[in-house]
């Protein structure tokens, strides 16, 4: 029996989980730090994370006037001001309809010959691999079954 098939104890999946969170939380951490937003927190109660999959993370900041929402996991990092969606699954949607117009930018920019990132193999092959990651986050953002336990089903 290999280690993936073996029945993990509560203790074991708390375990994990809290690894994997504070793993994700020194990434987002690191992220706003780079974007010039000193992180202080989270607001745990706004925090929605599918892990290891996802977390969408609502930011506290030194400054009291900006929170941030910010995405992690196996998606990239981002983050947006905490005005752009009420609640984690809006957040959601926010990143996805975000992403789609980036990718639209970068294969705009391949169409007319203004290639801002390297070349336009390597700008194609981000904006089709964003457009892949918009598209995951809207069928997460969609999909019912899984905010029924969270309270925020359309």
Not at 51 to 57: D, H, I, M, S, T
Not at 81 to 98: E, N, Q
Not at 121 to 127: D, G, N, R, S, Y
Request: charge should be negative; hydrophobic fraction near 30%; proline fraction near 3%.
């Amino acid at each position: 029996m290999t280690e993936n098939q073996q029945q993990l104890s509560p203790e074991e999946v708390e375990k994990k989980f809290k690894e994997w969170s504070q793993k994700e939380y020194v990434k987002v951490n690191k992220f706003c730090g780079s974007k010039g937003y000193q992180v202080t927190g989270l607001d745990q109660s706004k925090c929605q994370t599918l892990p290891p999959v996802l977390g969408v993370w609502y930011v506290t900041t030194d400054d009291k006037k900006v929170d941030l929402w910010a995405i992690s996991g196996d998606f990239p990092t981002d983050m947006v001001g905490s005005t752009a969606a009420k609640h984690a699954r809006d957040a959601l949607r926010y990143f996805s309809m975000s992403w789609h117009v980036q990718a639209a930018k970068l294969e705009e920019g391949v169409a007319n010959n203004k290639i801002d990132i390297q070349d336009t193999e390597t700008q194609t092959k981000l904006a089709e691999e964003l457009t892949r990651r918009a598209e995951s986050l809207y069928d997460l953002y969609n999909n019912d079954d899984l905010w029924k336990s969270t309270g925020l089903e359309k």
